[in-house]
């Protein structure tokens, strides 16, 4: 492993799929760590992001199946056909443990074929707080699916002031410990690069107007933990103008970011219930880390704790420290369910009358149910839409969770476990 590496929790999963599986494609947006992660692994590396390598692999492609195992092929949406030599070379042999792809964006010429059954792909995405090693967790979303109903506890002083400090400096390992205004210009030019240089190398043009793709990106992350309709963004992003981008153009726009992974919606949860059948199924509002989501909006420590609204597309009752919170939870969570295979959903009815944030789902579909709360003292009227999907479908909830900001983790009399989101854990 390269020195001063930090273990991820997708090691543990990288360890076990080699044992076992030819080529893994670790997949995510730009400066994740996947290259890390992958060259602590790799004994020949073939770094596609280099123009000077990208050339010599380009005289002789199939030189990326040769050299010692693991082989590492380094962003290699780069050149899309070492994907089908790769996926050609384990055809020959399904010798565990050979190839590691890394990409940071869905090839601008997809393959010729999709590597099913022969690459098999492993999401990365950015730190959660337990990897950040902000404090040791308690308490194991894993067991949480078990269903056994596993005893709730654990004890932490992390404040609001730290969740607020956590969500501002990214998870993005290589800002870790930057100064507070270095992480500021960094995260300011990994947005830059998005709309100067991301979207022309995945697209194949470049962005005609890229004030407004700005404008459009800020309203986005104003819509931040939401599931405001694309067309409200689009209109936010375009207030006091008379100036709109065509629907189609937005659309693109939407569809470029979450082939760079740097938007990634949570999906509706759609059980096969007909007590559940009227459920709203517009998907919620996530970036890759909220730390881009902060600093499009101009957030700091300040507006953050003094409850500053999140804007026009916000929920209601929300701040944009709520929507924050909830989707710096929703990533430690998909990041963890991924580790347990499990999905990651969001539950809602079509009038709106009951949500749930985060559905983890076992591949039986039965649940976990989580809601998330800015709040450091639990109350009956933050788990009443908990209590409300428990009567609906009885034992396929494995258990049910509030994450919140408060010190300590435990049981609730009706059984719905506490948890603070710094306690929370694989």
Do not use: C
Request: charged letters at 25%; aromatic letters at 4%; glycine letters at 8%.
């Amino acid at each position: 492993m390269v020195v001063d590496y930090r273990r991820r929790v997708i090691d543990n999963e990288l360890d076990e799929l080699m044992t076992g599986v030819a080529a893994i494609a670790i997949e995510g947006p730009r400066a994740v760590g996947k290259t890390e992660t992958a060259l602590g692994r790799a004994a020949t590396a073939y770094r596609l992001d280099d123009a000077g390598a990208r050339e010599i692999v380009r005289a002789g492609p199939e030189r990326v199946t040769t050299g010692a195992r693991p082989v590492l092929i380094d962003e290699w949406q780069l050149l899309p056909e070492t994907w089908d030599l790769v996926r050609r070379a384990v055809d020959r042999d399904h010798t565990p443990g050979q190839y590691l792809l890394t990409g940071s964006a869905a090839a601008r010429n997809p393959p010729t074929h999709t590597g099913a059954g022969r690459i098999v792909s492993l999401r990365m995405r950015s730190m959660t707080l337990a990897e950040r090693g902000v404090v040791v967790p308690t308490v194991s979303l894993a067991r949480l699916l078990g269903g056994d109903r596993p005893e709730i506890g654990g004890t932490t002083d992390v404040t609001a002031e730290r969740y607020a400090h956590e969500m501002l400096a990214s998870g993005l390992p290589g800002l870790r410990d930057l100064p507070e205004r270095a992480v500021r210009a960094q995260l300011d030019g990994y947005l830059e690069r998005i709309v100067d240089r991301d979207f022309e190398d995945l697209g194949g043009a470049q962005v005609r107007n890229q004030a407004a793709l700005r404008r459009w990106m800020r309203a986005y992350a104003s819509a931040l933990s939401s599931t405001t309709s694309y067309e409200k963004i689009r209109d936010a992003a375009t207030a006091g103008s008379d100036e709109k981008p065509a629907r189609a153009t937005a659309l693109h726009w939407m569809d470029t970011l979450e082939r760079l992974w740097v938007v990634e919606p949570i999906p509706a949860w759609i059980p096969q219930l007909n007590e559940l059948a009227r459920l709203a199924r517009s998907p919620k509002h996530q970036l890759a880390d909220p730390a881009l989501a902060a600093r499009l909006r101009g957030a700091t420590i300040d507006s953050l704790l003094e409850g500053a609204p999140a804007g026009p597309l916000a929920r209601r009752d929300a701040t944009l420290f709520g929507a924050l919170f909830e989707s710096q939870v929703a990533l430690d969570v998909r990041v963890y369910a991924q580790a347990a295979e499990a999905r990651v959903s969001h539950f809602r009815t079509r009038d709106g009358d009951h949500e749930v944030d985060l559905i983890v789902e076992r591949a039986d579909q039965r649940i976990v149910a989580v809601e998330v709360k800015l709040a450091r003292t639990i109350t009956d009227d933050h788990v009443r839409h908990l209590a409300w999907l428990h009567d609906r479908i009885g034992p396929d909830l494995l258990d049910a969770v509030v994450i919140s900001t408060g010190p300590e983790a435990y049981r609730r009399r009706d059984g719905i476990a506490v948890v603070p989101a710094a306690l929370l854990g694989i």
